[in-house]
């Protein structure tokens, strides 16, 4: 009598059910990764340009500050997607602000006037703007969220405070990303200045 060797039903279930558990731990690390690296990255480009506004004020005797940036509250503007409805606060033009200060970009085309004065040494990934055929930027709009590329959404640069104390959170500057979140309960997740 000859025994012949083989896999039953039930363990060919049983390994089939192991490997998709093994892939679905493999997948749930690998999104836990990638977010963990969306963050060190905001965290990064944050502590960078902090830095860069803090050379900033040492040679101009004042942080960046227009109309734009005092108009753009911390404590009440939870939207920085350009494309929102109604539209989203003063991210934009905050940003861009922000962007012109510190790359000595002033006519925001990837191209400073000679002997402009830069703080800042933008990556093009790090900008929103128009693109020609080839896909390269050819002007900025803003200042890009890393969380959000579908619509991108803005960083929040603010001087409200120094318009009103009851505004903004920092006396000086306040430069955040909201990481995805677009409500105040959402709020926690900002990865910011202060």
Known sequence: MRSCRAFTLI????VIAIILFLA?????????????GKRSRAEAEIAAMSAA???YKADNGIYPRSSETDALDAKNAFNPNPSA??????????????YKQLSGDTNANLQPPAGARSYFLFDPRMLTGARDTTGSLTSVSYIRDPFIFTPPHSYG??????????????????????????????????????
């Not at 363990?11 to 049983?14: H, S």
């Not at 500057?173 to 105040?184: K, R, V, Y």
């Open 11 to 14: 363990e060919l279930v049983i």
């Open 24 to 36: 679905g731990l493999l997948l749930a690390v690998s999104g836990f990764v990638q977010e963990k």
């Open 53 to 55: 506004l803090e050379s």
């Open 85 to 98: 409805t109604p539209p989203s606060s003063n991210y934009v033009p905050a940003s861009l602000y922000l």
């Open 157 to 194: 640069y603010s001087t409200a405070n120094q318009a009103s104390s009851s505004a903004g959170f920092n006396p000086t500057f306040d430069l955040w990303i909201t990481a995805g979140g677009t409500t105040a309960s959402d709020s926690s997740k900002w990865i910011k200045n202060w």
